[in-house]
């Protein structure tokens, strides 16, 4: 049986009604020891009878046609099986709701490192001999390499905006700020990298893959190899991140399909970590202008944010730049605006926080350099400045504890002992100094469904086609289960990762552990109206707790209920129309110190604190870890993470985690990260909200105003590099 639940009214809180204890706890992760002792397997980890191996060719010009490949002679070399270029392996490939694949002609190349063809051998060696060798001749063709200079330029209706009038109240303001801001192109790079083990049984198809959507990946796999989808089944279990690369199937996963059925063995495709860089999706750079204007009271009357990002011509997605600037700050008079160069580069899509990640970091610096306009203490004006209901729609906000946050954190990382005068703090060479920015992302949750069964051992089982990336997905399904059934965790078996069960959210958008979690809620709730009907009382009256049930004077064990076979639920969640309804965010306030060198230009960051309010922790634990590992993004963004592309061909220079610095151990300082206790009664039916992408949404932008407070230099380009820091000096 299914249980709906539609999201269009308040909900009772019934996770904080039941007795097992479990839920918020910051519980280990149930696959972690798997994971530590090498157990869990990778997609790349499988090993299968008779599997050959596949390499991909990847093009050596940004633009132009292939108009040959010497196949022939690579064919001759030792335990190479088959040259593949079918023209489907060539497509751009879609990614799960970020964009289409654009119409493109079979042998077209559109950015530099677009496979081109793939090649089969008996061992990985082998093929990537063979693949080296492969000789591709190509008609090169002038490409657009520069998105600053792009002869393509697109303006979305979807991002423009245009309320009040904005020159006019710029014109007439106490106090305004126009600056522009820079973010540098920035890669998922997930540890994990891409890979595929693809095997045909007749004509069902079964991918090994390391993808976040399995629902979505199976269609688009379904379609790229033009057959049904229930010939497709694809398992996920493990992924060892994604942040956005693994939202929609790449190159790999079409590859090794289309090679195993054609050789009529499993085959196996992983990409080089080079291959990553230069084929899968990446964020792109942005140019952004911020202009705000200010009354003597310091009351924001206009908002102006206009954004130039990039993508390959045709792609549909483009960064969201503005996404919290719409909702975050009041002022009457609005304008946003994008413009989208048309680049031969590999395509852009969502990286972690798509929008916010690099919005926030702009309008959080332009905000900093209001207050400082205005003699105002920098949380004392984002405090008088957010808005009773949303400034463009109207709508009211869902749960907001940004000033909570603001002050919480200030409080906690010693705000009040800032001197507002930049430079006046000096140790030695190092110039000392703090800076806040606010955080914001989106919530966003989307339509899920979870099995849960109750064995008749008592125990019970969880099953959806739900992915954990690292998030922590075991965990908190699990004490979900754990909680509204009344079980221990060790009696909760969550299965996930696999399309044969109930299609779920999957992990994208910070909405997996709300959507998924939900689901299970549902069915969960289900169960216990079941429970309840077998002990003879309402649910209401219930009571679950270490295996056993009990109601008034009534008490049972559950696998005395369940003995006469096992109970089974399914639960389906779906998001309504609440989101339309109200304006729903999880929110946060960022705070760092930096040493700044006078002589090197050298930034450290020597503390940084996250204040967040996401609705209800499901996991303390993991949650933490998420906005731990959201803020080290933070870092990167600051001052350390840049793709840069070779102006003549758009080839990626640095496409290995050499050369593309994330920040390391040594690089990020102890981070504190609080979660304000917080129930958001209008994101979902457990009261939480999205937590994986808030920890990285303006956290860059407390380290540049940290480093304006240190040294007295305002900069707006990302990442700021010592050079930038000593040009000033
Ligand atoms: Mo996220 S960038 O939607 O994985």
């Excluded at 093009?59 to 079918?86: I, K």
């Excluded at 202008?289 to 549909?316: C, F, K, M, S």
């Excluded at 949303?390 to 909570?404: F, K, V």
Aim: charged letters at 25%.
């Amino acid at each position: 049986m299914t249980a709906r639940f539609t999201m269009d009214e308040t909900q009772p809180r019934l996770l904080d009604e039941t007795a097992q204890g479990v839920i918020h706890e910051p519980m280990d992760r149930p696959e972690g020891r798997l994971k530590v002792t090498g157990c869990a397997r990778y997609a790349a980890e499988h090993v299968l009878e008779g599997m050959a191996e596949g390499v991909l060719v990847r093009a050596r010009v940004g633009r132009g046609r292939v108009s040959c490949a010497d196949e022939e002679a690579v064919r001759a070399m030792p335990g190479v099986l088959g040259v593949y270029s079918d023209s489907r392996m060539l497509q751009v490939p879609a990614h799960g709701g970020a964009g289409t694949a654009p119409a493109q002609g079979p042998d077209e190349v559109r950015y530099f490192g677009q496979p081109v063809a793939l090649v089969v051998a008996e061992t990985p060696q082998q093929a990537r001999h063979a693949a080296e060798a492969l000789q591709v001749t190509y008609e090169e063709e002038p490409g657009d390499f520069d998105p600053d200079a792009a002869g393509t330029v697109d303006r979305p209706d979807k991002r423009a905006l245009d309320q009040g009038d904005l020159d006019q109240a710029m014109a007439g303001a106490h106090r305004t700020v126009d600056v522009t801001c820079t973010t540098a192109p920035q890669h998922a790079a997930a540890m994990e990298p891409h890979a595929a083990v693809a095997v045909w049984e007749g004509d069902r198809l079964t991918l090994h893959g390391t993808l976040q959507m399995l629902k979505h990946n199976r269609a688009e796999l379904a379609d790229a190899l033009g057959v049904a989808e229930e010939q497709v089944r694809i398992l996920s279990p493990h992924v060892g991140g994604g942040f956005g690369s693994k939202l929609g199937i790449s190159a790999e996963s079409v590859a090794a399909a289309l090679a195993a059925r054609a050789l009529g063995r499993p085959v196996r495709v992983v990409m080089s970590r080079q291959q990553v860089f230069e084929t899968t999706t990446h964020r792109t750079a942005t140019r952004q202008r911020i202009r705000l204007a200010a009354d003597a009271d310091g009351r924001l009357t206009a908002i102006g944010h206009e954004d130039r990002v990039y993508n390959l011509p045709g792609n549909a997605f483009s960064e969201p730049t503005a996404q919290s600037t719409h909702f975050l700050y009041a002022g009457e008079n609005r304008r946003m605006a994008q413009e989208v160069a048309r680049v031969n580069r590999a395509c852009t899509g969502a990286v972690r926080a798509p929008g916010e990640a690099v919005g926030m970091l702009a309008l959080e610096g332009a905000m900093d350099e209001m207050a400082e306009a205005l003699g105002l203490d920098p949380i004392a004006f984002r405090k008088r400045n957010i808005p009773q209901r949303h400034p463009e729609t109207g709508q009211p906000y869902s749960a907001r504890a940004l000033a909570g946050c603001m002050d919480d954190g200030a409080r906690r990382f010693g705000w009040e002992a800032r001197d507002p005068r930049p430079a006046q703090r000096r140790e030695g060479e190092w110039w000392i100094g703090i800076g806040m920015a606010a955080a914001a992302r989106v919530n966003l949750v989307s339509p899920s469904r979870a099995r849960v069964t109750l064995r008749e051992d008592g125990s019970a089982l969880v099953e959806t086609d739900m992915t954990d990336i690292g998030t922590g997905t075991y965990a908190i399904l699990n004490q979900i289960a754990a909680e509204m059934l009344g079980l221990s965790p060790a009696r909760v078996e969550v299965r996930l990762g696999d399309t044969d069960l109930p299609p779920a959210s999957g992990s994208g958008g910070s909405m997996g552990a709300s959507s998924a979690g939900s689901s299970v809620f549902v069915a969960c709730r289900a169960l216990r109206k079941t429970v309840a009907g077998r002990l003879g009382c309402h649910e209401h009256e219930l009571t679950l707790k270490d295996g056993t049930a009990t109601c008034a004077n009534r008490r049972a064990r559950l696998h005395e209920l369940a003995a006469s076979g096992a109970l089974s639920e399914e639960g389906e969640f779906r998001p309504g129309t609440t989101k339309k309804q109200v304006s729903q965010a999880s929110y946060g306030a960022f705070f760092a110190e930096v040493a700044v060198n006078g002589v090197t230009g050298e930034t450290r960051v020597r503390r940084m604190d996250g204040t967040f309010a996401a609705g209800r922790i499901l996991n303390e634990k993991t949650a933490r870890s998420q906005c731990q590992g959201g803020m080290i993004w933070g870092i990167g963004a600051a001052l350390t993470e840049e793709m840069v592309f070779d102006p003549r061909d758009g080839h990626v220079v640095n496409r290995d985690l050499a050369g593309y610095h994330i920040p390391v151990n040594a690089d990020a300082p102890p981070i504190g990260v609080t979660f304000l206790e917080e129930r958001d009664d209008h994101a979902c039916p457990i009261q939480s909200k999205g937590v994986g992408e808030l920890g990285i949404s303006g956290a860059g932008a407390a380290i540049l105003n940290a480093i304006y407070n240190a040294t007295g230099l305002r900069l707006r380009d990302y990442p700021v590099r010592p050079e930038a820091i000593l040009s000033d000096t």
